[in-house]
């Protein structure tokens, strides 16, 4: 069965920038709308990017502008561009399918990578 491998996370100063990685083995992503998602201590986990099957992407209001979602479908990875980093933006951030449906779930969450915005 496979696992999702998030990485790039680090700690950056706030107007820094991060690109992050999702990659997985076992499943070929490009069959699915993948999502970033994040989850802060003490918060729900959250969708801040989509890249759908087509290539379409949208963008929570929040890291509009700021961040750029991609894959490569060769590599079967997931990308995550960030710039202009706020310390909001702190969490750690998963990959996983964007919807979860009863006939077709999300996979298991991986480990997640950490992401710090502080001075």
């Known amino acids: 069965q496979g696992q999702f491998v998030e990485s790039g996370g680090d700690l950056v100063q706030p107007g820094g920038s991060l690109s992050l990685s999702c990659a997985r083995s076992?499943?070929?992503?490009?069959?699915?709308?993948m999502a970033w998602f994040r989850q802060a201590p003490g918060k729900e986990r959250e969708v801040v990017a989509a890249?759908?099957?087509?290539?379409?992407?949208r963008y929570d209001d929040s890291v509009k502008g700021r961040f750029t979602i991609s894959r490569d479908n060769a590599k079967n990875t997931i990308y995550l561009q960030m710039k202009n980093l706020k310390p909001e933006d702190t969490a750690v951030y998963y990959c996983?399918?964007?919807?979860?449906?009863?006939?077709?779930?999300?996979?298991?969450w991986g480990q997640g990578t950490q992401v710090t915005v502080s001075s």
């Open positions: 996983n399918k964007l919807f979860d449906y009863s006939l077709n779930p999300r996979f298991r």
């Open positions: 076992g499943n070929i992503l490009s069959a699915y709308d």
């Open positions: 890249i759908m099957t087509s290539g379409t992407t």
